[in-house]
């Protein structure tokens, strides 16, 4: 009795830890929190794929939320933008998230880790001057939007790796302002796949990702106020080095074997 007690005890911390990670990753780079929730789901916790991918939606949502409120204050957000992204990806979002559970762990697996390496690429981009904005014409926007509605449908990603170099790069947005943009747009999308993806609710344990959440939201508030004061360089170059030994470790263990 008292070892399962103990292990229950070790796993409350884990996640605890693990949705500090999560809302640490979200609140200054404002991306990358499913990136990590779907692993630490289906490694610490033992979750299924299309399971992972769907608690990790709630998860991000919430830690998303709470990452807004203080981007919002400081008008770092374009809602506009953000919104008309989510919509025009529904097709895809709520395509993908109703038919996952016919398509096999192992292609959600290598999917998921090759998007892994492509958002471990983009993050070890160096610093971008700060440009005059540039509106983003309908066709960005429609390509964009589809492509976030796949990942986030597909991997339970809400694709803010991709909405922030797109906004960055090719749109002139200021970081901060992107950041704030691609919380939304990851808060938008993961609660539409969340419900999209309602028949995998009753395979969850719900315990271990509320406790996730509920650390995630905390940590998410605090270091969304802290990130425009912090250069978040360094935490870009050590996240993308962790999604490429994610992606290596999902491989070789999850998807060869």
């Known amino acids: 009795m008292w070892e399962y007690q103990v292990m229950e005890i070790g796993l409350v911390l884990t996640a605890l830890a693990s949705g500090g990670f999560i809302g640490a990753v979200l609140g200054f780079i404002g ?16 979750f299924t794929p299309a399971a992972a991918t769907t608690a990790a939606l709630a998860v991000v949502f919430l830690a998303a939320v709470a990452g807004l409120g203080p981007k919002f204050k400081s008008k770092d957000v374009l809602v506009k933008e953000a919104v008309i992204i989510w919509a025009l990806g529904l097709v895809t979002n709520i395509g993908f998230g109703l038919v996952i559970t016919k398509i096999p762990d192992q292609l959600i697996l290598l999917g998921f880790s090759l998007v892994l390496i492509a958002a471990g690429y983009s993050m ?22 589809l492509l976030v509605g796949t990942l986030t449908g597909l991997f339970g990603i809400g694709g803010g790796f991709l909405a922030i170099p797109v906004l960055v790069l090719f749109f002139h947005t200021p970081q901060n302002k992107a950041a704030g943009t691609s919380l939304l747009i990851i808060a938008l999308n993961c609660i539409t796949a969340f419900f999209a993806k309602s028949s995998i609710w009753p395979e969850i344990d719900w315990r271990y990702p509320a406790v996730i959440a509920l650390s995630a939201v905390i940590v998410s508030r605090f270091a969304s106020k802290l ?24 491989i070789l263990v999850r998807v060869v074997n």
């Open 227 to 250: 990130a425009p004061k912090s250069p978040t360089v360094h935490l870009r170059r050590g996240f993308a080095f962790l999604l490429f030994i994610l992606a290596a470790f999902t």
């Open 31 to 46: 991306a990358g929190g499913a990136m990590v929730s779907v692993p630490i789901l289906l490694y610490l916790f033992d």
């Open 124 to 145: 070890l981009k160096g610093p971008i001057k700060e440009r005059p904005e540039k509106s983003m014409p309908i066709w960005a926007l429609v390509v964009l939007s």
